[in-house]
């Protein structure tokens, strides 16, 4: 066990625990988390971060069995909190980032690729992409929207995320808060067909983020991307910002998608006044077995036909409709209950936060901000706050498949 001193400017670990297990960096006990400005790596195996408070981290290389968890990224203001990045010809096994709060990047709060086996659980991702000292300015209103006037550089951008993933395989991403993100909550991207394979996004919290989450390609030839996604029993809440002059609000966004389940998620309460549906699938690129099920939707503000399913075309500036899915195979929407025609149990974000005790959802965001490995405490979780908004209403659903739209299904 390595003791990491508060102050240390740089940690540089090129180094790997033994067969008797890792080499575990970490504060002394009973102190608070030591504070190190840059932590550095060119590969490692069997390495432990635990309970520290880092500016910025950069693994760039070839990594085995890395843990972190406990730490606290609150901001940097250079680029991402965590870059994790490794390549084709030797490829990274077995990452974890467990119970970390990461906040307040420059750009994305975590940014990793060519990764197998990576795990993000009982995060919270708040602010990253637009920090709020760059959003306070003239040029930007208190919810980041841009003003008549003023310089808008550094607010937020299209391109900054709370996650962004590339060339991954067997993700898990559970139990996390991801909220208020620049541009996306999760954004999954591949240069390459099957680049991205056996993603599962579970239990997650996405609040007042602009979007929710996108899937798609980054390759001129890349069809069918990704492969074999799951995304299950996610609430998608208050989405919504305005972005390089244009208004946005995706709940999910598929593109170049070969294989999928999206099923029992929430799209809730998105008021923002954006064209965009809670489920977009992009047809200017073959997509393929894909089925979406026993999903809700409520009072998901729609600037179209009011389908909260909608086809799309890539080519439209706006991506605000005009597909008409020609290129789907095995494309299915079965169960979704659209606008329940019954006064839902559903709570806003703030109302669930004050049920569980805070002064509205920034507060208890604030709280999350808080936490520590050792005093989690249960009302401040991810798992909490969605039973707050959704577990009345998932307890009336059961026997009860009635909707007053059909979703849309190609």
């Not at 998105?270 to 894909?290: C, M, S, V």
Request: glycine share 10%; charged share 25%.
């Amino acid at each position: 066990m390595v003791y990491v001193e508060d102050g240390t400017p740089e940690l540089t670990i090129n180094g790997s625990g033994r067969i008797g297990g890792p080499i575990i960096f970490t504060g002394r006990p009973g102190q608070p988390r030591p504070r190190v400005d840059r932590v550095e790596s060119t590969g490692c195996r069997q390495i432990w971060l635990i309970g520290l408070e880092i500016r910025h981290l950069r693994f760039v290389g070839t990594f085995q069995d890395i843990l972190i968890e406990d730490c606290l990224f609150a901001g940097n203001s250079d680029g991402d909190n965590l870059l994790i990045q490794t390549f084709p010809s030797g490829r990274s096994q077995r990452i974890a980032i467990r119970r970390c709060i990461i906040t307040f990047a420059k750009r994305q709060g975590l940014f990793a690729k060519w990764i197998d086996q990576l795990l993000i659980e009982e995060c919270l991702f708040d602010h990253n992409g637009w920090p709020p000292e760059e959003a306070s300015g003239s040029a930007f209103d208190e919810d980041g929207q841009s003003s008549s006037s003023g310089d808008t550089s550094g607010g937020p951008t299209m391109f900054n995320h709370n996650i962004y993933l590339k060339e991954c395989r067997d993700v898990v991403i559970r139990g996390n808060v991801l909220a208020r993100g620049s541009s996306f909550g999760l954004k999954i991207s591949s240069d390459r067909t099957g680049g991205m394979v056996n993603v599962l996004v579970e239990d997650n919290l996405f609040l007042g983020d602009a979007n929710g989450i996108t899937v798609g390609r980054s390759g001129r030839y890349a069809d069918y991307a990704t492969r074999n996604l799951t995304f299950r029993r996610n609430v998608f809440t208050e989405l919504g910002r305005t972005l390089n002059g244009q208004a946005q609000a995706i709940g999910i966004h598929l593109t170049s998608v070969d294989g999928g389940v999206i099923e029992r998620n929430f799209f809730i309460y998105k008021d923002y006044p954006a064209p965009h549906a809670a489920l977009e699938l992009e047809d200017d690129h073959p997509q393929r077995n894909i089925a979406v099920r026993n999903n809700v939707v409520y009072r998901w503000h729609v600037n179209n036909d009011g389908n909260p399913w909608r086809v799309t075309s890539g080519s439209s500036e706006e991506n605000s409709g005009g597909g008409d899915g020609s290129d789907f195979q095995n494309v299915t929407s079965t169960g979704d209950l659209i606008e329940p025609d019954a006064p839902p149990a559903l709570r806003t974000a703030d109302e669930a936060a004050r049920l569980l005790g805070h002064d509205g959802y920034e507060a208890m965001l604030e709280a999350m901000r808080q936490r520590r490995r050792s005093d989690w405490p249960a009302g401040l979780t991810p798992a909490a706050a969605i039973e707050a908004m959704v577990k009345p209403f998932q307890k009336r659903l059961e026997g009860d498949k009635r909707f007053l739209r059909p979703a849309h299904s190609e």
